[in-house]
């Protein structure tokens, strides 16, 4: 397993504004992604990190919305960009071990945006 | 497109009981499907991983079946204990690669004691 850490782990921001979330894992990882649940809802991924690379998005989710940053193995930034209410939401990095199938959570970012 | 469903309504189990959660799926054949538990304000925590040519796996009070004929996931607690009492999700493999997992909505287990 793995000790993962998301910061901040709640914000309130304005309209308008941008948010970066951080991700650190405690050990190096193959792949991380970035999840997002909206309340009452499921996660749903927004994109896979790609480290050295660009990130791979899912289809409804866009680099310009969404820039990812993974510099290193054990690192990734999540941009949340000219925030709206409706992203309003908990944002969850995830990590998978080479060979795995299994992926450890982070806690979450909490984020309200007014 | 993938499509995953679990129970939507909150299953009520007095403890000591059996609850027994559902995770159906449709337009997939997945290699693998996985049963994570989700506490209020936290991320889920990964439970079970069940194979395509495993029927069921079980782990302590857990059991989990796949039937991939019904395109089916039972995920049973016994002797369930106010302990239990979460949101449990079911999750399968993306179709277009092994690491990305689709997750169902849900469901959300109270057991009263």
């Known amino acids: 397993s793995a000790v993962i850490s998301q910061k901040p782990s709640r914000d309130i921001c304005q309209r308008g504004t941008s948010l970066t979330i951080q991700c650190q894992v405690d050990s190096q990882v193959t792949m991380m992604f970035w999840y997002r649940q909206q309340p009452g809802q499921s996660l749903t991924l927004i994109a896979t990190a790609n480290q050295g690379s660009e990130a791979t998005y899912e289809s409804g989710f866009v680099i310009d919305k969404f820039p990812i940053s993974r510099p290193n193995l054990t690192f990734s930034t999540l941009t949340v960009s000219n925030m709206s209410p409706e992203d309003s939401s908990i944002y969850l990095c995830?990590?998978?071990?080479?060979?795995?199938?299994?992926?450890?959570f982070g806690p979450g970012t909490r984020l309200l945006v007014l | 497109s993938q499509k995953i469903e679990q129970n939507s309504e909150a299953l009520n189990i007095q403890e000591g009981k059996t609850a027994t959660l559902t995770c159906n799926y449709t337009?997939?054949?997945?290699?693998?499907l996985q049963w994570y538990r989700q506490d209020p304000g936290r991320g889920p925590v990964f439970l079970l991983l069940i194979r395509e040519n495993e029927k069921e796996k079980r782990k302590e009070r857990l059991k989990v079946t796949f039937d991939t004929t019904l395109k089916q996931s039972l995920f049973h607690i016994t002797a369930s204990q106010p302990a239990d009492s979460a949101t449990y999700l079911c999750a399968l493999d993306a179709y277009s690669s092994a690491s990305k997992i689709i997750f169902g909505s849900g469901t959300r287990l109270s057991i009263r004691p």
């Open positions: 995830s990590v998978v071990f080479g060979g795995r199938e299994t992926q450890y």
């Open positions: 337009n997939y054949s997945p290699a693998y």
